[in-house]
């Protein structure tokens, strides 16, 4: 058993590095299969879990208020924002089956094992090895460029909140989280090379529309 658990325990600290994502992305990016890649991306892009990433069903999604359920295995499941690129990597999948990550060939039909695709992109980008609970860790240390406070990655993420470390833990509200993560997801997606596209704001034209 102690055998088995070594490769965790070197691996518990990979973490894409700033000067990575170019590289990490144009690899990614290029996976023929679109569910994969949107996967991968996702998992980065929003820091939850490997099985809670899977386990996306499309009444999670809620393109509308730009909202994403996450059933999760710590608080039985939270909401966080449905962030611009994240939105239109999801609205680009096909619709198979409940599944966001759907699979043709999986029993469940749901997408099962990223890890050999994403460990040939690693190779082919010539980027150290990257588990994908490393892509987990990354957000969390990706987010601390943009001076996000650490309450809130560690809400987006799902993170039990430790009782030292959040003394007067609270939970914030969906806009606020909005803000943070947009501004997340735009860092890293700048540092990739990449445009992140732009967020209609649907509560202003409501307001417009009633004026």
């Known amino acids: 058993m102690a055998r088995d ?13 700033r000067e990575q994502l170019p590289a990490w992305f144009a690899a990614v990016r290029q996976i023929q299969n679109p569910v994969i890649a949107a996967y991968l991306q996702t998992a980065l892009l929003i820091g939850a879990r490997r099985e809670e990433v899977a386990g996306i069903r499309w009444e999670d999604v809620d393109f509308q208020w730009k909202a994403l359920t996450i059933r999760d295995k710590v608080e039985g499941e939270r909401t966080i924002p449905l962030t611009p690129y994240v939105a239109a990597l999801l609205a680009g999948l096909p619709r198979r089956n409940e599944w966001v990550f759907s699979s043709v060939t999986a ?23 990257l588990s994908i609970h490393g892509l987990r860790r990354s957000f969390g240390t990706l987010a601390e460029w943009v001076e996000c406070p650490a309450g809130v990655s560690a809400q987006i993420m799902g993170h039990k909140p430790s009782a030292t470390a959040e003394k007067h833990y609270r939970v914030r509200p969906l806009d606020l989280l909005r803000m943070w993560h947009t501004k997340i997801e735009g860092w890293i997606l700048s540092e990739a090379g990449i445009e992140q596209p732009v967020e209609a704001d649907t509560r202003l034209r409501v307001v417009q529309s009633g004026l």
Request: glycine share 6%.
């Open 5 to 17: 658990e070594l490769p965790k325990k070197s691996a518990k600290d990979d973490c894409l590095q």
């Open 107 to 129: 029993a469940s039909g749901r997408l099962q094992e990223p890890r050999i695709m994403h460990n040939k992109c690693l190779v082919a980008a010539g980027l150290p090895a």
